[in-house]
């Protein structure tokens, strides 16, 4: 079975290279979400549990003024738990270092499965991060408008509590997922390039007529 589905995909890769790229590129990227709604939660509950740092305020970048005038934050995670609160610096660190173990993990597999890219690793990883930096602010920059409503829809308004933290969790994972999923693929058409090995020299192909006539 497996045997037959490998050559289907390699015909289809032939016959739709840009396709097949995309398809994996889907794939992949949504293995690497599940990844991240697996861990978001995860590390939520460690930081609440085992450190104070809900209760440590993180506002910093302020960009202009929500609509009833209170100051807006790029990076809004006011101190104290959810929904009241912003969930703090605990709820930063886990949600960056959930992307951040998502984002080195998909960085290998996309180079190296998807676009099968073997142009310099460290090049591409350069603009990699600087992509990664800009979408974090952009996806930050979006989080100030909806989390806040998720949490406190299922929270409070549906009444589900813990329940619902880890509902908004997933929610807020996709999106920021979703946000990462169509910004990145260009990127990675640009920095996961293949490129055509050089043909090797006339000399190196062809036995000379000094070597031909040795043998």
Same mark, same amino acid.
């Given at each position: 079975?497996?045997?037959?589905?490998?050559?289907?995909?390699?015909?289809?890769?032939?016959?739709?290279? +840009?396709?097949?790229?995309?398809?994996? *590129? !889907?794939?992949?990227?949504?293995?690497?979400?599940?990844?991240?709604?697996?861990?978001?939660?995860?590390?939520?509950?460690?930081?609440?549990?085992?450190? +104070?740092?809900?209760?440590?305020?993180?506002?910093?970048?302020?960009?202009?003024?929500?609509?009833?005038?209170?100051?807006?934050?790029?990076?809004?995670?006011?101190?104290?738990?959810?929904?009241?609160?912003?969930?703090?610096?605990?709820?930063?660190?886990?949600?960056?270092?959930?992307?951040?173990?998502?984002?080195?993990?998909?960085?290998?597999?996309?180079?190296?499965?998807?676009?099968?890219?073997?142009?310099?690793?460290?090049?591409?990883?350069?603009?990699?991060?600087? @992509?990664?930096?800009?979408?974090?602010?952009? @996806?930050? @920059?979006?989080?100030?408008?909806?989390?806040?409503?998720?949490?406190?829809? *299922?929270?409070?308004?549906?009444?589900?509590?813990?329940?619902?933290?880890?509902?908004?969790?997933?929610?807020?994972?996709?999106?920021?997922?979703?946000?990462?999923?169509?910004?990145?693929?260009?990127? !990675?058409?640009?920095?996961?390039?293949?490129?055509?090995?050089?043909?090797?020299?006339?000399?190196?192909?062809? +036995?000379?007529?000094? +070597?031909?006539?040795?043998?």
């Amino acid at each position: 079975m497996f045997t037959k589905i490998a050559t289907w995909w390699a015909g289809f890769q032939q016959k739709h290279p +840009e396709l097949s790229k995309f398809g994996m *590129f !889907f794939l992949l990227s949504n293995g690497v979400t599940v990844l991240q709604l697996a861990l978001m939660p995860i590390f939520r509950w460690a930081f609440a549990t085992f450190t +104070e740092l809900t209760d440590v305020g993180f506002q910093v970048l302020p960009v202009g003024s929500n609509v009833d005038g209170s100051q807006y934050y790029m990076f809004d995670y006011a101190a104290g738990p959810l929904p009241g609160g912003g969930g703090g610096l605990a709820y930063f660190l886990a949600v960056q270092i959930t992307l951040l173990i998502a984002q080195v993990i998909n960085f290998f597999l996309q180079r190296n499965i998807t676009f099968k890219s073997n142009t310099s690793i460290w090049v591409a990883a350069f603009w990699y991060a600087i @992509a990664y930096v800009v979408i974090t602010f952009i @996806a930050a @920059a979006a989080q100030g408008f909806y989390k806040a409503p998720i949490y406190d829809f *299922f929270m409070e308004t549906l009444g589900w509590g813990a329940t619902g933290s880890v509902v908004a969790d997933v929610i807020t994972m996709i999106i920021n997922s979703a946000i990462s999923f169509w910004v990145f693929y260009p990127i !990675f058409k640009v920095i996961f390039r293949q490129v055509p090995a050089a043909p090797l020299a006339e000399a190196e192909v062809a +036995e000379s007529p000094a +070597e031909s006539a040795g043998k």
